[in-house]
């Protein structure tokens, strides 16, 4: 069965260091997509992507971060300067073309900022 | 931003008994989706539902969407162990066109005894 892969799974980085948290999303999907969960927090969507370029992002997605769909299969998230605050379960998901949001996500990343 | 009320948080019951967990907004969403997320993972979705007053069922469990398409609740007949995990259910915002971000609920822990 098709599915959403991540990388790394776990990632320790120093504050203010850069990261960037890679996905594969399923092939034939066209929306893609990023989530964070905060530890015993909900999950809060951060933005998504389509047709090469952002179509919607939250309040959470400042100018520190960004994404980048590099080539066909690869997409993106970067993080310019880490802090503590970010800390959290990073989860890609991709969603196929159609009239709603059935987002697959992926095991997710877990970032540690210290 | 709308949210989503998931109620109760926690839920402990004996194998074999029913239960019911609900999700509740005083928004309207174009489409809502119930997940599953196991601990360390990504959340897995389970079902989406439509049109108001719309009942989906898979297996035991049996989803309905409210009419005026606020609210939703997840029906689990005769539980069994493997029910035991975090469900969460995510709102659709938009008008429903693949790039709309969801809004998750904080989700019920249920635990089935054997």
């Known amino acids: 069965e098709p599915e959403v892969t991540q990388t790394p799974s776990h990632q320790v980085t120093q504050m203010g260091q850069e990261v960037i948290l890679r996905c594969v999303p399923i092939?034939?999907?066209?929306?893609f997509y990023w989530y964070r969960q905060i530890l015993g927090q909900k999950v809060e969507f951060l933005v998504s992507?389509?047709?090469?370029?952002?179509?919607?992002k939250s309040e959470i997605f400042d100018d520190q971060f960004s994404v980048e769909r590099p080539d066909g299969s690869n997409f993106t998230l970067k993080i310019r300067s880490t802090k503590l605050e970010d800390s959290a379960m990073y989860f890609c998901?991709?969603?196929?073309?159609?009239?709603?949001?059935?987002?697959?996500f992926g095991q997710g990343t877990r970032l540690t900022v210290v | 931003t709308q949210l989503l009320e998931q109620s109760p948080q926690f839920l402990s019951i004996q194998e074999g008994e029913n239960l019911t967990v609900y999700c509740n907004s005083s928004?309207?969403?174009?489409?809502l989706q119930w997940y599953r997320q196991e601990p360390g993972e990504g959340p897995v979705l389970l079902v989406t539902?439509?049109?108001?007053?719309e009942v989906k069922k898979l297996k035991r469990l049996t989803f309905q969407f409210g009419d005026a398409r606020k609210d939703s609740s997840l029906h689990i007949t005769a539980a069994q162990t493997g029910d035991t995990g975090l469900y969460l259910c995510?709102?659709?915002?938009?008008?429903?066109?693949?790039?709309?971000?969801?809004?998750f609920g904080k989700g019920t822990h249920l635990i089935i005894q054997p």
């Open positions: 539902v439509v049109t108001g007053g």
């Open positions: 992507f389509y047709n090469n370029e952002i179509s919607e």
């Open positions: 995510a709102g659709e915002e938009g008008s429903g066109g693949g790039a709309d971000g969801l809004t």
């Open positions: 092939s034939n999907h066209l929306y």
């Open positions: 998901a991709s969603s196929a073309q159609g009239a709603r949001t059935e987002a697959f």
């Open positions: 928004s309207v969403f174009s489409s």
